[in-house]
C-alpha cells in the first residue's frame, strides 16, 4: 500500500472523531489552551461521564488530546497547536462563536498563592510561560523521565540567570524530589512551574519581598517592588 490511501484513511479517522456532536463539542471546549476534567468536559458534551470517557479515549487515540494525571484528578487538553489550528478553521467555515473559560476562584487566590511550596495562580502561569518563552527551560524527553512527559530543565541560559539571582541550580538539584516540571493550576487549567526550581523561585521572590505571604491563606500579595521586578527581570506584567 502506498503513502497516499495511508494519509486517506488517517485523514477520514480524524474527521469522524472531530464529526461526532459530543466530540466536537469536547474539542471547541479545550480550544481556548485552558485543560478540563472528564466531568467537566461531560457537562459541556451533554453526555453521562461514561459516555464523556469514551469520546476522550477516541480523541486520545486519534491524538486530538491529550491526558494529564495529577492526584486524584486527570485534566485534557488539546495535543497541540496543530489541532488547534485546524479546529480554528473549521470553526471559520462554520462559523459562530465560542464562550471563554471562566474560573470560579477567588480573585485573592486566583492571582498569586502557593501550590505546596511554589507559586501558582495568574503569577505562577505567567512565570511558566515567560521562561519557556525566554529559553530557560528545556522539555525533557520521556525516556529521560520515566515515561513521564511534565518535565523540565534548565538550559544553560537558564541557569546561568538563576544562578544571577543568586539560586543555587546545583544545590537545588541535588535535593532529592523532582527538579521542575509542569504542574497543573487549578483555577488558570494551564500550568506553573513545580518542583525544587519552583520552590527556588518562590524562596526567591519572599526573600527579596517581591511577594507577601498572607498567614490565613495559600495567597500571596505581589508588592509594588515585586510588580517592578517581575517586570524587568522576567517580563512579567501582572
Known amino acids: 500500500m502506498n503513502a497516499e490511501p495511508q494519509t486517506d484513511l488517517a485523514v477520514s479517522r480524524i474527521a469522524a472523531a472531530i464529526g461526532e456532536p459530543a466530540r466536537a463539542r469536547i474539542l471547541y471546549n479545550l480550544l481556548d ?15 453521562s461521564p461514561s459516555t464523556a470517557s469514551v469520546h476522550l479515549n477516541r480523541l486520545k487515540t486519534e491524538q486530538l488530546v491529550k491526558v494529564w494525571a495529577q492526584g486524584k484528578h486527570r485534566y485534557y487538553s488539546l495535543r497541540g497547536a496543530e489541532v488547534a489550528s485546524a479546529l480554528e478553521a473549521l470553526s471559520v467555515l462554520a462559523g ?24 501558582a495562580g495568574t503569577l505562577g502561569v505567567l512565570l511558566h510561560d515567560r521562561l519557556k ?15 513521564r512527559d511534565d518535565a523540565y530543565d534548565l538550559t544553560q541560559n537558564g541557569a546561568s540567570a538563576l544562578e544571577a539571582l543568586r539560586v543555587d541550580v546545583a544545590a537545588t538539584r541535588a535535593l532529592r524530589r523532582r527538579f521542575a516540571f509542569a504542574c497543573m493550576d487549578w483555577s488558570e487549567r494551564r500550568s506553573h512551574l513545580g518542583g525544587a526550581i519552583g520552590a527556588a523561585l518562590l524562596n526567591l521572590a519572599l526573600k527579596r519581598k517581591w511577594v507577601m505571604q498572607d ?20 517580563g512579567v506584567q501582572v
Not at 96 to 119: N, Q, V
Not at 133 to 147: E, I, K, P, R, V
Open 96 to 119: 459562530g462563536s465560542r464562550e471563554k473559560f471562566m474560573p470560579g476562584t477567588p480573585g485573592y487566590l486566583r492571582a498569586a498563592r502557593t501550590c505546596y511550596d511554589h507559586i
Open 133 to 147: 518563552a525566554l529559553g530557560w527551560l528545556s522539555a525533557c524527553s520521556a525516556g529521560q523521565n520515566g515515561g
Open 33 to 47: 489552551g485552558h485543560a478540563r476534567t472528564s466531568t467537566e468536559l461531560a457537562v459541556v458534551a451533554e453526555v
Open 215 to 234: 498567614l490565613d491563606s495559600r495567597a500571596l500579595a505581589i508588592t509594588s517592588l515585586g510588580r517592578r521586578e517581575m517586570l524587568a527581570r522576567f
